[in-house]
């Protein structure tokens, strides 16, 4: 294995960021633009500034993917496609995307360019990324939420690299799935302006604490087991982030990485097994830089959800240095487990994890020493009260020194080779990154005073100055006697270098702007006048009251209750009916859900299916093989927030989502659960009211089958309709309410 089979993808949140991270180890950074990426609040650099970032970044072999990875309005699109053309000329290595739609407009436009699928697609298989190899996706980030058995699975299933998070913040949503900053603040998430909800506080039955607060994940022990199952880019979270942060990870995974491909599993194994060593005194400094409550192993190697979670605070936790030991009169004492340096800022904590009180440090003091420090009237510390460091200025002092190490030694490590015949043009060779350029200059005279020696040449083809260069090799072949104007070795050295970054730096030429996607004529369907969602048989039996003409009725499979073919074949009675599967299907509740469809197929046939609610990516899969005939509708969480998205959906199949005119918002759909964080996981569904410090209420719907949480709004939703099909979607209305609101519409 060579060292770069594996990237390390770095966050830059600002240009500082990009150039550190590159420098700092990183092979790769993705960044976005001022729009149209998952960080707007990031230092984004704007056009020209990435332009720049990009020819510097290809002269080092170095590659820089373009955040475009939120939903776009059609309005929105020429603008994306102005800002691209410009970057896409300037070889941009791939845009990450999340948008179908985007997607299909920049394959269209910019077919040169690399596709990377975004873990917001929400994509669990190398069977599903397959879907999108023709719209010109040549890398997926599957959800975080897989484990490394289901990494292992995608390799096998597809060639297409990919791309897994690796290490920094986890959402607690499955990727995409997720509403809740919009419904509560009109802050989309898959529109960049996450304002993080899930980090609140919230109370329930269970008590307050912050039940959708991930801990930060760390995988560097798990190296090992990431490479082998053929992850290609190793990525690390953190655009909102410092460069400081970026950088220094950047280093880390680059080396541990190296380290295990150079010298085995054995050694990798021998350096984690070692307490005193040098990587878990490197684990501390990740954790010094940012935790939420100690590090998670994320999805890939954690079984209990439970571990993953910190429900007492939300923000950055520090590291353990020490425990309060005594406290007198506006003294407080601890024992430090680590070395303190001056201006470190520690934190008394209380045991809800709440701040108590806030100390920067006068004096250093060595690990084992007894510390004592002043505190002000009114706070409360106790014996046996934690303190944590939660700035460590000696590890930002060293970051920032490696950084500018860094950037001191950013010299591009070239080759060249001078060769001088008499009555021969000199020819001025120079190589790098896998290019060879050669230039001629003018004919070798012979001396009429002083010769040129071959050192003569050398020096002056070494005064690079303060260029970004370096010789790594200098071949010269000078003939003796012979003379060279000074002049003349600058203009050849200086006309050399440019032409082998003309050479080096790829460049591409972008055609003519398409704004308007290609459509293909779908067969008529059926219309219906409405559609009927109900989730169990008890709705079912209200539903089919409607004296409503040309009604669809919707059983959603996936809200965890057990359907019987044979009792719904009696009840419809020949009445035509859509489906949909749990929207996350993978992994046991996968395999569990589809064992009880297989013994069940024979009876589900005989049940007049006529569509299908397409709600994910497997789901799509599955209709294929076992309702081939039946019409396809993309649902809410398919999105299709422009034409082409649309279209592109067409082309797989898909119909356009039918709006729901009543229902609850499912607000998040997350492999999470709360009843899991609480301790109370019994395996039985039921659900769990939720409500944050502002009193927004959800409810938490727990599908233990499959093994997934829905929020939903407390409150069902109404919406205007504008004469086409009505949809009713109930969740766990009683027979009345549902009477009263299919009567609102003259469904009975």
Request: proline share 4%; net charge neutral; aromatic share 10%.
């Amino acid at each position: 294995m060579k060292r770069r089979d594996v990237e390390i993808l770095a966050p830059a949140g600002s240009l500082d960021s990009l150039y550190s991270s590159l420098r700092m180890g990183a092979d790769a950074v993705y960044v976005g633009l001022p729009r149209f990426g998952a960080r707007a609040f990031a230092d984004n650099p704007d056009v020209e500034q990435l332009r720049e970032a990009l020819y510097d970044a290809h002269l080092r072999g170095k590659k820089i993917y373009l955040t475009t990875n939120t939903l776009l309005r059609d309005d929105e699109l020429p603008e994306l496609c102005d800002m691209i053309a410009p970057l896409y000329e300037a070889g941009l290595d791939a845009c990450i995307v999340q948008d179908i739609g985007v997607l299909s407009l920049l394959h269209k436009n910019f077919p040169d360019m690399d596709l990377h699928a975004s873990t917001q697609m929400t994509l669990f298989s190398g069977e599903e990324a397959e879907l999108y190899r023709s719209f010109g996706v040549t890398r997926y980030v599957p959800a975080r939420e897989l484990s490394i058995e289901e990494i292992r699975e995608a390799r096998r299933q597809t060639d297409m690299e990919i791309e897994v998070f690796v290490h920094g913040a986890l959402c607690y949503s499955y990727s995409g799935q997720c509403l809740m900053s919009e419904v509560i603040g009109g802050r989309s998430g898959n529109r960049g302006m996450c304002a993080q909800p899930c980090r609140l506080p919230f109370t329930c039955r269970y008590g307050r604490g912050h039940f959708f607060s991930t801990k930060d994940i760390c995988t560097l022990p798990y190296i090992p087991e990431l490479v082998d199952a053929g992850i290609d880019s190793f990525k690390i979270e953190g655009r909102m982030k410092s460069r400081e942060y970026s950088a220094f990870l950047a280093y880390l995974y680059r080396f541990y990485v190296d380290f295990y491909v150079e010298e085995g599993r054995e050694a990798f194994a021998a350096l984690v097994g070692n307490e005193d060593s040098r990587f878990w005194k490197d684990y501390k400094r990740c954790l010094e830089l940012y935790n939420r409550g100690g590090f998670s192993n994320s999805f890939l190697f954690e079984k209990k959800k439970k571990e993953m979670m910190e429900i007492r605070r939300n923000g950055h936790a520090g590291l353990l240095v020490g425990t309060v030991c005594e406290v007198g009169k506006g003294l407080v004492s601890f024992d430090t487990l680590e070395e303190l340096q001056y201006q470190d800022v520690l934190e008394f904590r209380n045991e809800d994890g709440t701040r108590e009180y806030e100390y920067t440090v006068k004096n250093p003091a060595q690990k084992g020493e007894r510390v004592c420090a002043k505190f002000k009237r009114g706070c409360h510390l106790y014996c046996g009260q934690s303190v944590y460091r939660m700035k460590n200025t000696a590890l930002l002092t060293e970051i920032k020194k490696r950084i500018a190490e860094a950037e001191t030694e950013d010299k591009l490590p070239l080759s060249a080779t001078w060769v001088a015949e008499q009555g021969k043009p000199i020819v001025f060779s120079v190589t790098g990154q896998g290019v060879t350029v050669t230039i001629q200059g003018a004919v070798l005279q012979k001396a009429q005073k002083q010769p040129l020696t071959t050192a003569d040449v050398r020096r002056r083809l070494d005064a690079m100055g303060n260029e970004k260069y370096v010789w790594e090799t200098l071949t010269i072949q000078q003939a003796p006697d012979s003379f060279v104007p000074l002049g003349e070795i600058k203009r050849l050295r200086r006309e050399g270098v440019a032409a082998w970054e003309r050479a080096a730096v790829p460049t591409r030429k972008a055609g003519k702007i398409t704004l308007e996607p290609d459509r293909i004529k779908t067969p008529p369907v059926k219309q219906y006048a409405a559609v009927i969602g109900v989730s169990d048989e008890r709705q079912l039996r209200v539903a089919l009251e409607t004296d409503a003409g040309n009604c669809l009725i919707h059983l959603r499979l996936g809200d965890g209750n057990d359907w019987r073919p044979d009792s719904l074949e009696k009840l419809l009675n020949g009445r035509e009916a859509a489906i949909s599967l749990p929207r996350i299907l993978r992994g046991t509740g996968y395999r569990k859900w589809m064992k009880k469809w297989n013994e069940q197929e024979k009876d589900w046939q005989q049940i007049a299916v006529s569509a299908v609610f397409i709600n994910s990516h497997r789901s799509l899969l599955f209709a294929r093989e076992y309702y081939p005939q039946a019409a396809y509708y993309a649902d809410d969480n398919m999105y299709q927030e422009n034409e082409w998205a649309k279209a592109a959906y067409e082309s797989m199949g898909l119909r356009p989502c039918i709006p729901q005119t009543y229902g609850r918002l499912a607000v998040m759909v997350t492999a999470g659960c709360v009843k899991a964080t609480a301790g109370r996981c019994d395996g039985r569904q039921e659900m769990v009211e939720m409500k944050n410090p502002k009193n927004d209420t959800f409810a938490v719907v727990c599908h233990c089958d499959t093994c997934y949480n829905t929020i939903y709004t407390k409150e069902p939703v109404r919406r205007q309709n504008n004469g086409s099909t009505l949809r009713l979607e109930f969740t766990w209305e009683s027979e009345d309410q549902m009477r009263k609101v299919m009567g609102e519409w003259n469904l009975l």
